[in-house]
């Protein structure tokens, strides 16, 4: 008796394989409404027609499998497999809503030469959703047979096998040199837009927005423009709410100062309390209106546009755009962005992306940033009259980390961590106008996980440095503010040596030492030091002038560049520890970040000193 001939079911995940598969052959394969249902090969004989046989295969998005139910579906197409002959044909599955994200597979797949029967699925959704395809044009674009199906209520079946029939008498081509993944995902794009004679609103209008936004040239310009925009926001919007809140500490001190003796406990309440909490809660504005704006950005859709835009940048230091999803997320935290480093299959990849997601400029920075800038930057604009010259350095020292971050994985691609990842391909949704539930949702969260650090572990370490900066007591004949004499001033002798050469004081040094534990904390500790030495007239003064008296320019500079790099973030290294599962990996990243802040601050320092 003869083989019967094979015909292999092939389509992305979810576009309705194993459905058609049933159909075809009344057998039961399993359907379910999740990429991933086939995880394994079934073969059935096309109804009536022994002489065919269909395999069911897993979805997979391209032939560069990622998984090992997607490998399956390589190896089969590729006669890889053992006593097992290749395929005679493909019927190749996919979902009309979806169309351009399918067809690229569809044109990696026409590569291999099979000769090739394509169902356009789902197309009672389609017309749902109001979407008409000129199936002829398609046909002739792409050179096979096109049906359109509907595949669990068995309509276009007949034509279906009749095709098949056909195709299986045709030889098998050579495959051809696959095509660069980038210039085939174009190709999809344009060919969805030839054969889209209407679709619907929401369609019509992802599209022309993608147009303009995924444009090659104009595209990474509005990414730019946008992030620009958001960083001017920050500080100009959230001005008023700052001044709010610094008033609000400030008439508490002042409460103090009036109703109670200059005595031990004013000092711990006024200084150690209020100064070092207050310094810090008073950016919660600022986090809030960076949070806003990320939050409508991934709401909204446009945040897969720039991690797709990214990936050009990306592809170019040897990353995919599948690593830009832990940098952004980094960019409130890096501890979610590590984590969500899991979906990036290749390990190596991984690990890079763990290895520098630090450098994303978390919330945590905000606070160091903004103080710094707002007692060191003038508040005028450049550019004759049109950028906030603040909101701008903001902008550079976020550029600064992005920029370092892909240096270094260059780098590290180059040489620890070398591989040849996989291209990853992302599905695009459709732009939706923001969930605002969910944006408010989200701002809430940040602002109770922001006001609870503030209220726990800013506030233990608080009470600890005032402690610490209080006692022992100065002597009677002390000469210099008494906090000098303390425990905190001892310490900052020593540590001063080694921080002088980057020009930071005694004081930075000590704030540095709690603020190991959390960025934001340095400022808390800065706000306590300086709270505690300053003289009578100038307590009364935010800690804004308190360090626009106390520091020189390069110094405060050196103190932004620290803080790019600074891995001061224990949750992180713990984090990281866990995640790569590897003391030296992560020890190297802690040495490694560090080394690069001390590098850093010393040259800038030393430039701004000489030039300023
Ligand atoms: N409305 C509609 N739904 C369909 C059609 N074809 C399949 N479905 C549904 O789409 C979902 C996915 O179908 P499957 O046949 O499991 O898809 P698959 O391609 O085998 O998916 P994987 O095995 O994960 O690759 C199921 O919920 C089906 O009921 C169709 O033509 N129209
Ligand atoms: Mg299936």
Known sequence: MNHPVKVAVVGNPNCGKSALFNSLTGLRQKVANYPGATVERRSGSLLGMSTVELL??????????????????????????????????????????????????????????????????????????????????????????????????KKGLDEIREKLLEAVKLPKLDAKEPEDVRSRQNRARDIKNEVTLSEGIGHKATRVLDTVFLNMFVGPLILFG?????????????????????????????????????????????DGLIAGVGSVIIFLPQILILFAFILVLESSGYMVRAAFLMDRI??????????FIPLISSFACAIPGIMSARAIADPSDRLTTILIAPLMTCSARLPVYTLIIAAFIPNTTIFGGTIGLQGFVMFILYLAGILSALIIAFVLKRSLTKSTPPTFMMELPKYQVPNW????????????????????????????????????????????????????GIIGGWLEPIFAPIGFNWEISIALLPGMAAREIAVAALGTVYSLQGSEDVVAGSLVSMLNGAWSLPTALSFLAWFIFAPQCLSTIAVVRRETNSRKWTAFMVAYLFGLAYLSSFLTYHIASAIL
Not at 79 to 92: S, T, V, W
Not at 244 to 267: K, T, V, Y
Not at 314 to 323: E, I, P, T
Not at 454 to 461: E, L, S
């Open 314 to 323: 990306m592809s170019r230091v040897g990353l995919n755009g599948r690593a």
């Open 56 to 153: 069911d295969l897993p979805g997979t998005y391209s032939l560069t499998p990622r998984s090992p139910d997607e490998e399956i579906t390589r190896a089969t197409l590729m006669g890889e497999l053992e006593a097992e002959d290749l395929p005679r044909a493909i019927l190749c599955v996919v979902d009309a809503t979806n169309l351009s994200q399918h067809l690229r597979f569809v044109l990696e797949l026409k590569d291999l030469g099979f000769p090739m029967v394509l169902a356009l699925n789902m197309t009672d959704l389609a017309v749902r959703e109001k979407i008409n395809i000129d199936r002829l044009k398609l046909e002739q674009i792409l050179g096979i047979p096109v049906v359109e199906t509907v595949a669990v209520r």
């Open 437 to 488: 539930r969910y944006v408010g949702i989200g701002l809430y969260e940040r602002s109770r996980i922001f006001l609870r650090r503030a209220g726990t572990m800013i506030m233990g370490a608080m009470v600890i440095l005032w402690v610490l900066s209080t006692f022992p007591a100065p002597p009677a004949d002390a000469t210099e503010p008494a906090i000098v004499y303390s425990m905190v």
């Open 226 to 270: 946008l992030l620009f925009l958001i960083f001017q926001a920050v500080f100009s919007w959230a001005e008023a709410p700052m001044d709010m809140i610094d008033g609000f500490f400030g008439s508490l001190q002042d409460m103090i100062a009036e109703n109670m003796s200059d005595g031990l406990l004013a000092s711990f309440l006024s």
